[in-house]
């Protein structure tokens, strides 16, 4: 079983479900978590980081993946993501109703949001998330606020909360996103886009049970980045673990059902 536990979804041609249905079976995708797409032309990405260019859509479709949830159980799973700028209430209401209408998940994106993870609404969020036991899924940058140092904090005041790093950190390795992960066992961390030498650093430091494959599609493909796990020098069964078993675990759910 492989599930890819970081895909981004939209109604536009270069990110659509049609495309990354073709995209899975190509790669032999068995599952695959969606997230809301579209906020930001991935295509154009650094102008986003050095600030050129702001988010097109800054809230994010979340009704549009659970449609797809809801049609293909068989295919997908789905993470929500909220604005944290807006009204507190609101977002964690959000947060609530989407958890409660079958999504499985919240996704963070501090890029598009230019929020802190310490701030008043992502500790409310944190907390909720903890509540209705379900992963906090979340980019890192380079800005206190919501770096990898962040989510550390974060996680050890919040410690009933499970949370995954986005592709293992910031940078090209990120040594700080692999010990916080060894250090807590709220900390995971999510592989796409990261190299193959700080996947295998994980592997040796924090261990399989802490890693989760995801492809970060469109930007990335999915069977490109499922090649670096299968490159590593683990057991089947340790690589069963990143492929599937971790995030089915964190998310609570069973292989069918949406």
Do not use: W
Not at 61 to 85: A, D, I, S, T
Not at 90 to 112: F, N, R, S, T, W
Not at 192 to 221: M, Q, R, W
Not at 237 to 258: P, Q, Y
């Amino acid at each position: 079983m492989i599930i890819d536990a970081h895909a981004h979804i939209a109604e536009m041609p270069y990110i659509s479900v049609e495309k990354l249905m073709t995209t899975m079976l190509e790669a032999k995708i068995d599952k695959t978590v969606l997230f809301p797409g579209g906020m930001v032309d991935v295509r154009k990405m650094t102008n986003y980081v050095i600030g050129k260019d702001k988010p097109e859509k800054p809230e994010a479709n979340n009704e549009y993946v659970l449609r797809l949830v809801k049609k293909y159980p068989e295919l997908f799973f789905g993470f929500c993501n909220v604005n944290v700028n807006n009204k507190s209430e609101k977002v964690l209401e959000q947060l609530d109703y989407y958890i409660k209408q079958g999504l499985h998940g919240l996704k963070m994106a501090p890029m598009v949001h230019q929020f802190s993870l310490l701030g008043k609404t992502s500790k409310a969020l944190a907390d909720l998330c903890g509540q209705l036991d379900i992963p906090f899924y979340t980019h890192t940058i380079f800005h206190a606020s919501a770096s990898t140092a962040a989510v550390g904090k974060l996680a050890s005041e919040f410690k009933n909360t499970t949370f995954i790093i986005g592709h293992m950190g910031f940078g090209p390795l990120d040594i700080e996103a692999i010990e916080l992960s060894t250090a807590l066992d709220n900390v995971y961390l999510e592989t796409s886009s990261s190299n193959y030498l700080a996947i295998e650093t994980a592997v040796k430091k924090c261990g399989h049970e802490k890693l989760i494959y995801g492809s970060e599609f469109p930007l990335s493909d999915p069977y490109v980045e499922k090649v670096k796990i299968e490159r590593l020098p683990i057991t089947d069964d340790e690589k069963d673990h990143i492929f599937s078993k971790n995030i089915l675990r964190l998310m609570k759910a069973e292989v069918g059902v949406g």
